[in-house]
């Protein structure tokens, strides 16, 4: 075998969105793949016939990164351009989503309908009507209700004077959105035959998730009614589909819905957290919700996890629904450990676990007993597997060729009690080729969120470095998820006890693997990482190198120039510059920047939103300032998700500068 390729990254098949038609025969899934030479993916549409056991393509490449299956099974809608790029009105700013119409058996996609709107999700109500969750900007005439003069007159006007940004609110942008100001989402009801577009939830509402009843009367949303600033908390809606009315719900004060779903006689199923005791990173529960009255019913006393995959991944490409609602039982994922399952929930509070298998579940559909997953196992990457009676039964090989051709590490377990009934997992890759009695150079990576989590699954860059020759170490220090709020609590504690976590785990790792070379040690990691690592080359020397990727350096800057710092960072760090200035400035490593020695990559994007630019220029400026080495690269046209959406070319850019940093400081004499 051969060993793993930097460029392999753009041969590995990405897996996403899987759903069973109406009848639980037919599951349809995207397919994606990196395109080196147009710098892009293709997505493509797959079918699994269930009862055949039959796998077959449906739609060449294209674009067609998200689907919904329609009522009668036998057919399905997918938006995309499919070599109809309108370039003029791209220029111009137009907003207008394409759909089209494909059989399931077989023939060449048609071009259902255009919605003026940049649509985020659609729902069938009968063959001509839809609900459409759509984006539409509060600073001017939505473009669906102008003429056709009219709307190209403001498209002319918007092309004119794209030279100026005119900022309302916060949040004023979004990673991976731009600028957002006075954008809001609402949902609209749609008639394909006219053309009709009727806004149902007028006014500066923003709308974040739509379920609808089982009779498709009335649908129940997810949102928040603001101006000036986004709140952190949200409300309930309810759309009367038949009258055209939404009536919010009454509720407490400070509660943030995850989810809602309707039950019988005027409840709902909900998530969410009212984010007293651990702020905005406490697990959800669920409640039985009264529509009526806003009452809630708490239904998991005891359940202490999130609602949601947070196992670490750089192979993953597309979205997958987080929860699907099925005969009155709800199913998620959730991270246990260091391991996401699939889970679900009844109307009563009764919680099942459906998955055993160690890894990461990415996506799942549901039709009665059927149930398939998307899952990352052991060294596999994401394939499907069936699910019965708790038995996984592999479905596809998209990706067997990386177990079949590839070198590939194995992890190690390493757990470390790094303080009273404290215990960090972690692992250790040895090097591909491993020689008993070598000395190698090893690299410590470091997690973003904070609260996410490593665990057992495929991760291109570690098995990369493994097969370089390097020892590859990491671990969940508190902060992590999958371990409950108590674990996961660092508010106002950045760079104290996480920071002892780590390096504890290094000491251990160091103890344990006499091969690895102490003098030879690099340090790494992404955003939460990112900012570790630019926290630890101030407070130790142990590291002849690091990499440094959309990192925090500052956060008296961060929280005023991101798009979630005015809410993140008073309360991750229980400070604003005007209640106590210097508690922001003492976790922040740019104020021990002075101290540092190590010489420093800093990998970061200007389109990145979430841990803005400045952050690394800030950290990257007081370094060579100090006369320490350091080199920044930054990626145009690219944002947070570089490492694990970014364009092909970038993302293996990224991964070679990495590599080659490490390699110049850990390998050459």
């Given at each position: ?47 699994y016939d269930q009862p055949r056991d039959k796998l077959y393509q449906l739609t060449a ?27 003029e009105g791209a220029e111009r700013g137009r907003e207008e989503t394409i759909f089209y ?566 390998k050459e004499a």
């Amino acid at each position: 075998m051969e060993r793993l390729r930097l460029e392999d990254l753009a041969e590995y098949r990405f897996l996403s969105g899987i759903a069973y038609n109406n009848t639980g025969e037919l599951a349809c899934f995207a397919v994606h793949k990196g395109n080196v030479e147009e710098n892009n993916y293709t997505s493509v549409l797959w079918v699994y016939d269930q009862p055949r056991d039959k796998l077959y393509q449906l739609t060449a490449l294209g674009e067609e990164r998200s689907f919904s299956w329609m009522d009668d099974g036998e057919h399905m809608l997918f938006s995309g351009k499919r070599g109809q790029k309108d370039k003029e009105g791209a220029e111009r700013g137009r907003e207008e989503t394409i759909f089209y119409k494909i059989n399931v058996h077989g023939g060449e996609a048609q071009e259902a309908f255009r919605i003026p709107l940049r649509v985020r999700r659609l729902y069938e109500l009968n063959p001509d009507k839809f609900l459409v969750l759509g984006t539409i900007n509060l600073g001017r005439p939505p473009a669906y209700t102008l003429s056709s003069e009219e709307r190209k007159a403001q498209e002319e006007q918007a092309a004119e004077e794209r030279y100026c940004e005119v900022l309302e609110e916060i949040p004023y942008w979004a990673n991976g959105g731009g600028f957002i100001s006075l954008n809001r989402t609402h949902v609209f009801q749609y008639i394909a035959s006219t053309g009709q577009l009727t806004d149902l939830t007028p006014g500066p509402i923003d709308i974040d998730l739509v379920t609808l009843s089982a009779d498709k009367t009335k649908a129940l949303c997810v949102g928040a009614e603001f101006q000036g600033k986004g709140p952190v908390s949200n409300s309930l809606y309810v759309l009367d589909l038949e009258a055209g009315t939404c009536t919010q719900v009454a509720g407490d004060e400070g509660f943030r819905y995850t989810y809602a779903h309707f039950l019988d006689e005027g409840k709902a199923l909900a998530a969410g957290s009212g984010m007293q005791a651990y702020g905005l990173n406490e697990n959800p529960k669920f409640y039985r919700v009264d529509l009526a009255t806003g009452e809630q019913e708490l239904l998991t006393e005891d359940w202490d996890q999130s609602l949601w995959n947070s196992v670490n991944s750089d192979c993953r490409y597309g979205g997958s629904d987080a929860f699907r609602f099925h005969e009155g039982w709800l199913y998620f994922a959730s991270t246990r450990g260091n391991d996401a399952h699939l889970y679900r929930i009844a109307g009563d509070g009764r919680v099942e676990q459906l998955t055993q298998e160690p890894g990461s579940v990415d996506g799942f559909a549901v039709h009665g007993d059927r149930v398939l997953i998307i899952a990352l196992r052991g060294s596999k990457l994401q394939e499907i597997y069936r699910l019965e009676g708790g038995e996984e039964t592999q479905v596809t090989e998209f990706n067997a060729w990386v177990g079949k051709e590839r070198c590939l590490a194995q992890l190690e377990p390493v757990v470390v009690e790094t303080a009273p009934g404290v215990a960090i997992d972690g692992w250790v890759m040895r090097p591909v080729g491993f020689v008993e009695g070598e000395r190698y150079p090893g690299i410590l990576n470091i997690h973003g969120g904070p609260k996410t989590a490593y665990g057992t699954v495929f991760v291109h860059e570690m098995q990369y470095w493994a097969n370089q020759g390097y020892f590859v170490f990491f671990c969940n220090p508190r902060g992590s998820d999958g371990k409950g709020n108590a674990f996961a609590d660092i508010r106002g504690k950045y760079g104290t006890i996480d920071y002892q976590d780590l390096m504890a785990f290094t000491d251990e790792v160091l103890r344990r693997y006499p091969a690895i070379d102490p003098s030879r040690l690099g340090v790494t990691g992404g955003s939460y990482g990112g900012f570790m690592t630019n926290w630890i080359i101030g407070h130790t020397t142990r590291f002849r190198a690091a990499a440094s990727q959309r990192s925090i350096s500052n956060w008296v800057s961060m929280g005023w120039t991101t798009d979630i710092g005015y809410y993140f960072t008073p309360d991750q760090i229980g400070a604003t510059p005007w209640s106590d200035l210097e508690k922001l400035w003492e976790h922040s490593p740019l104020k021990y920047a002075d101290k540092a020695k190590t010489p420093t990559l800093f990998i970061h994007s200007d389109e990145d939103y979430r841990c803005w630019l400045p952050e690394a220029l800030q950290m990257f400026a007081a370094l060579r300032y100090h006369g320490v080495e350091a080199r920044l690269c930054m990626f145009r046209g690219e944002n947070h998700e570089l490492s694990r959406s970014g364009k092909p070319k970038h993302r293996i850019r990224r991964l070679r500068e990495i590599t080659q940093w490490f390699d110049k400081h850990l390998k050459e004499a």
